[in-house]
């Protein structure tokens, strides 16, 4: 990795952390599909540059999530905003909504765009896709950045592992949604962004969620656990007694040119939250 590419890097940590104005946020982009097997997969694509940042948005998501940040970045960076197969404009075929199968798509998105390189940048369930793209194509990753996203899947049984998904396979998701999203929102004041994102993720439809929630933690699943890189790795995550020291240890022991970093007065949505 050159000395502009890490460059390029930190600008993205800088600019996702909430350097951009909620005033000012970008227009849709130029929309485009990809194919992807028999599937079209949607993506934007704004600004310009040498260097491309590739978004890869959370459960349930869609790549709207991220606009916020393209004020921020559209002169310095070719920005490549995804929605994941089953999200947003996506065909939403009935499959296994693996990570691997995540992974498959962000790279087909990247070839359609013309993208050799980029700076992948996974928010939640996007760092484990991001872990995936690395596994799969490492010569197309420039540098990887997780926004309050696990590096490595975290430690569960079966039984715990079925305790988690089992509720967004009953009638009930909805409301189990709702509340599992609204938890994420812990700081007073962004209760209108909660609503926001809640009404945004619950456009998904059930069988998508539930299967992404499978292809993370159901059993049989590969692991997404990062080894050693020869790419810059930076991690900005939300204060949670989930990042332990031996979580943070295991980041920064990922490559020579790893950032950690926390962010005070901000839940999960982190890249919104510091906008309002």
Known sequence: MNKSSISAG??????????????????????????????????????KGSHAVVFVHCWAGNAGLWRDQVPALADKARLVLIDLPGHGQ?????????????????LAVMRDAQVDKATLVGHSMGAPIICRVYKQAPEKVAALLAVDGFLR????????????????RSPEYREHTTRFIGAMFPVPGTETLRDRVVSELLATPQYVMLGAMEGMFGAGQP??????????????????????????????????????????????????????
Not at 153 to 164: D, G, I, N, V
Request: proline share 6%.
């Open 90 to 106: 996506s065909d939403k075929p009935h499959t296994d909504y693996t990570m691997d199968f995540f992974a498959g798509a962000a």
């Open 223 to 276: 692991d997404w656990d990062l080894k050693k890189v020869t790419v810059p790795v930076l991690a900005i995550n939300a204060p949670n007694p989930m990042w332990t020291d031996e979580y943070k240890d295991y980041v920064r022991s990922l490559s020579p040119k790893t950032d950690y970093r926390t962010m005070d007065g901000v839940g999960h949505w982190l890249m919104l939250e510091k906008l309002i």
């Open 153 to 168: 899947r975290p430690k569960m049984s079966p039984e715990q592992a079925e305790q988690f998904v089992a509720p967004f």
């Open 10 to 47: 930190t600008a993205v940590f800088l600019l996702v952390a909430g350097c951009a104005s909620s005033q000012h946020t970008a227009n849709a982009g130029e929309s485009r599909f990809a194919s992807f097997g028999t599937n079209k997969v949607h993506y934007l694509v704004e600004g």
